[in-house]
């Protein structure tokens, strides 16, 4: 997952340093379970999620001067069929989370598009948006 976003950010870079415009954004995804990792997963949490949090913030100091914003989303338990098949598997989630449901997937759009809004969102790069209904750790 990780080399797959640098990889992508990487061209993405490239293309957007030639373009004469300034406003562009690189909107990496992660997960919100990053910082704290989950129980029967480590393929979804952890070092590897911290990974592209730390690209995130490392490529938004080197791109800054350009114009160029990263931010990286952080969701967790968003209505997808691998939530499904998971709940099913281990049981209900809901327990975990302040609102008491799963976000769905055009939540998670909508704080996308709110960062790639330059009039709204135009002072952050460098950062993640945990997109987690409260639910921690």
């Not at 373009?19 to 952890?46: C, E, H, K, Q």
């Not at 690209?55 to 997808?80: E, F, L, N, W, Y």
Request: hydrophobic share 40%; charged share 20%; proline share 4%.
């Amino acid at each position: 997952h990780a080399s797959g976003v640098f990889t992508c950010m990487k061209e993405e870079l490239v293309l957007m340093k030639r373009s004469a415009t300034s406003g562009a954004v690189v909107v990496n995804l992660s997960s919100a379970f990053a910082p704290w990792g989950v129980r029967l997963s480590t393929s979804t949490s952890g070092d590897r999620g911290d990974m592209v949090a730390a690209m995130t913030r490392s490529t938004a100091k080197h791109v800054g001067d350009r114009g160029i914003r990263v931010v990286c989303v952080q969701p967790r338990m968003v209505d997808t069929p691998l939530l499904t098949r998971y709940r099913k598997k281990h049981g209900d989630l809901l327990s975990e989370c302040p609102l008491g449901r799963i976000a769905s997937a055009n939540e998670i759009a909508e704080v996308i598009l709110f960062l790639c809004d330059s009039s709204k969102a135009s002072y952050m790069t460098g950062c993640s948006v945990p997109v987690h209904g409260g639910a921690e750790g």
